[in-house]
C-alpha cells in the first residue's frame, strides 16, 4: 500500500447468520471499534450480513465505497457456510491459490493434536492473489491483508480468541506504518434531572466550537 493510505473510516461487517439469531451477540465489532479509535480510525458503520453469497458481495462492494478501511469478522472457517475468503475474491476478480506454508501449518497442527485432518481444512489455505496472511497461533483460519484500489480489507477469524491476539500483535504493528497521530477519545458526562432537549440547548455552545473548527 502506498505510504500516502492514511485510513480515517472504516466499515467492519461480521459475517455468519447465527450473530442474526438472539442467542449471540456480535462482541468482535464493539471490541474492534475501541481498537481502531485508538489508532485515529473512525468506525463510519457496522454491518452484520448472514451466510449468504450475494448479500455478503453486496454489503464488500459498498462498504468499500464509504471507507479506506473494510473489516470483515468470521467466515474463514472451513465449512461450506464459511464465504468470507470466496466472496472477497469474487468481488475483487482475484483467483484463489493454496497456499504450501498455511496448508502445512494446518497439517501440523492437527498432527500435533493427535486427529486426522478432514480434507476439508485446506480450504483455510487459500488465498487471494497478491493477499498477505496473517497467522492465526490460536486457530486453523489465517486472517487476511488485501489492498485493492486505494482500499485495505481485513479479514479476521470469528472467534474472540483468535481474533483479538491476532489484532494486537500483527495488524496493529501494521496500521502504524499508515496511521496519523490523531486519535479518538471520548468524554462521558453523567446527566441527571435534566430532559434531553435541556440539555441539548446547553450544549449548543460547545457544537458551534466544533463546527467552526470542521469537526466530525
Known sequence: MSPSWKPTRAVII???SELLTPERVDTNSL?????????????????IVGDNRAE??????????????VVTTGGLGPTEDDITRETVASVLGLPLREDEKIA????????SRGIEMPGNNLRQAHVPRGAVALANQRGT?????????????????GPPR????????????????????KRIFRRVL????????????AAQPVYLRWKSKNLP
Open 31 to 47: 471490541w474492534l471499534t475501541a481498537k481502531l479509535n485508538e489508532l485515529g480510525i473512525a468506525v463510519a458503520q457496522k454491518t
Open 141 to 157: 483460519a489465517p486472517g487476511l491483508w488485501i489492498e485493492h484500489e486505494g482500499v485495505v480489507l481485513l479479514l479476521l477469524p
Open 56 to 69: 455478503l458481495a453486496a454489503a464488500i462492494r459498498y462498504a468499500m465505497q464509504q471507507a479506506e478501511l
Open 190 to 201: 453523567a446527566i441527571t434531572g435534566r430532559t434531553e432537549s435541556a440539555v441539548d440547548e
Open 104 to 111: 502445512t501449518m494446518i497439517r501440523s497442527r492437527f498432527k
Open 14 to 16: 461480521a459475517v455468519g
Open 162 to 181: 483468535e481474533i483479538r491476539p491476532m489484532f494486537n500483535t500483527l495488524v496493529s504493528t501494521r496500521f502504524l506504518e499508515f496511521t496519523s497521530s
